[in-house]
């Protein structure tokens, strides 16, 4: 890795040290949410599932861009009562695609709802929660999508629905 590599990933890992935890909605009225992400060692233990082997923040990523990509965001139930904090965001810094695609999505959203506001305070250790908000919100409508498709075409739905995003390029 070049030395701009290496700046890259110590920058991105100085950044997540002032981010919460990332969260997902897991209420005792959603315990299909917290089922779906609490897997052993933070991967999908299924040995031919979809997500099989992947950690909570590829499918906390895979989540969100769902979400995002169908407009759509969902807040916790009963106003946060049952969000639970379950990714260190340190855990972000193994791919750091993944805190930039996170940053981008917080700023595409910033920008519509205030256009006037300056987004380069976003990066700011203060302003990490509003990232982590907008994203979770994201992720709870796309992890809810997953769901559905999973119970109605089990991991077909799944194959479908990324030959479809990849279709539509």
């Not at 990523?61 to 009963?78: Q, R």
């Not at 379950?86 to 972000?92: L, R």
């Not at 993944?98 to 506001?117: F, G, T």
Request: hydrophobic share 35%.
């Amino acid at each position: 890795m070049s030395k701009q590599g290496k700046k890259i990933d110590s920058d991105v890992k100085e950044m997540l040290v002032h981010w919460p935890a990332i969260g997902y909605d897991a209420h005792e009225k959603n315990s299909e949410v917290r089922e779906f992400y609490a897997k052993m060692e933070g991967a999908v233990s299924a040995k031919s599932g979809f997500f099989s082997k992947k950690k909570l923040t590829d499918i906390f990523i895979f989540a969100m861009l769902l979400g995002k990509h169908e407009g759509l965001t969902e807040d916790y139930i009963e106003n946060k009562k049952g969000r639970k904090p379950s990714i260190n965001a340190i855990y972000f810094a193994d791919n750091p695609n993944y805190v930039w695609m996170m940053i981008a999505v917080a700023l595409d959203e910033i920008s519509k709802n205030d256009p006037k506001r300056d987004v380069t305070e976003l990066v700011l250790p203060e302003n990490s929660k509003e990232i982590v908000e907008i994203c979770e919100k994201y992720a709870n409508h796309g992890i809810h999508e997953l769901i559905r498709m999973h119970k109605e075409e089990g991991v077909l739905g799944y194959e479908n629905k990324f030959r479809e995003l990849l279709d539509e390029k």
